[in-house]
């Protein structure tokens, strides 16, 4: 469930008044108006912070009676997309290009941590000895690269079609083959069976598709570690977020099917952080991150209004 990633690709704000400046002032009024306005993030206490987060995630559970965070609809996109997870030119381009962000950032991230083995972080392979759960895997465009560094990989996605793709290209590199393992299910499945706790946990792109973001922020802290470290890049709740992400990106230049985000589901950057407090982690790094369409390029950005990765590691 990863496909906000694309959505960035109009990540500055000059790119973005471009774009804007050339649509016809009538829809642009209308755009504007009808953008929801931003929950604040500038609230006086944590609580107020805190019980927001738990009236929207009110009220979600499964058949069985559990709460849950899997939405059918959401996983739905990403099952349609089975055939396409390594194309290089096709839907999941930008995702392939991301990973020059994502995978310096989780490695860099671990070795500062000091998690990381010291034998190892001068080598080729500096993440051995590592093991690290990727939440919403999709076809394994992540958790390839981290296996060939080294590390032991369990990628875990709720569409059944992704892990088949996933397992069937991991197959043709066996370096890859013996690093990684594909399972079926939702984070909250996998915590309630899985019997150990990983070095790090990713959640890329996954976070603005899922119901009850507390429960599976909550859920995915479970399974860390205390030392570990939690990997998230996610859409920011924002006007910009509003325009560059959904209009623009979905309705001007379709660069994904209309309807692929929904802007009630983003979290804002400052209230995100203050979820993880809550469950027991410290920040590390926050970065905002760019796309250029015309070169395929990911870039780190101080601004932090559309797309954004936060590391943070659990405190022991």
């Known amino acids: 469930m990863m496909?906000?990633?694309i959505t960035s690709c109009l990540a500055t704000r000059g790119l973005q008044r471009i774009l804007i400046s050339r649509t016809p002032a009538s829809v642009e009024r209308l755009?504007?108006?009808s953008i929801p306005r931003e929950v604040s993030t500038s609230m006086s206490t944590f609580q107020q912070h805190e019980q927001?987060?738990?009236d929207e995630n009110t009220d979600f559970t499964a058949g069985n009676g559990k709460e849950t965070t899997y939405v059918e609809e959401e996983v739905a996109k990403f099952r349609l997309m089975a055939s396409s997870w390594w194309d290089p030119h096709g839907d999941c381009k930008p995702l392939h290009?991301?990973?020059?962000?994502?995978?310096?950032?989780i490695c860099d991230g671990l070795i500062q941590s000091g998690i990381a083995k010291p034998?190892?972080?001068e080598g080729p392979t500096p993440l051995k000895g590592l093991k690290i759960l990727d939440v919403g895997c999709g076809g394994g465009i992540l958790c390839e690269p981290l296996a060939r560094l080294g590390a032991s990989v369990v990628g875990l996605d709720a569409a059944e079609e992704n892990i088949t793709v996933a397992k069937l290209h991991a197959?043709?590199?066996p370096k890859v083959h013996r690093n990684v393992e594909y399972l079926y299910g939702t984070i909250e499945e996998h915590a309630e069976t899985v019997n150990v706790s990983y070095d790090a946990v990713i959640a890329s792109e996954v976070l603005e598709h899922v119901e009850s973001t507390d429960l599976f922020l909550s859920t995915c802290a479970q399974t860390i570690k205390p030392g570990g470290s939690f990997f998230i890049t996610t859409i920011n709740k924002t006007p910009f977020s509003w325009v560059g992400g959904i209009a623009i990106a979905e309705y001007v230049l379709h660069l994904l099917p209309p309807g692929t985000h929904d802007w009630n589901k983003f979290i804002p950057r400052q209230e995100l952080l203050f979820v993880l407090e809550k469950y027991g982690?410290?920040?590390r790094l926050v970065h905002g991150m760019g796309y250029n369409p015309l070169t395929n390029n990911w870039f780190w950005l101080s601004d932090t209004s559309i797309n954004y990765a936060?590391?943070?590691?659990?405190e022991k």
């Open 3 to 5: 496909l906000g990633r």
């Open 31 to 33: 755009q504007w108006s």
């Open 52 to 54: 927001s987060i738990q």
């Open 97 to 105: 290009s991301l990973n020059k962000l994502r995978v310096s950032m």
């Open 119 to 121: 034998e190892y972080v």
């Open 171 to 173: 197959e043709q590199d």
């Open 281 to 283: 982690f410290v920040t």
């Open 310 to 314: 936060v590391h943070c590691v659990k």
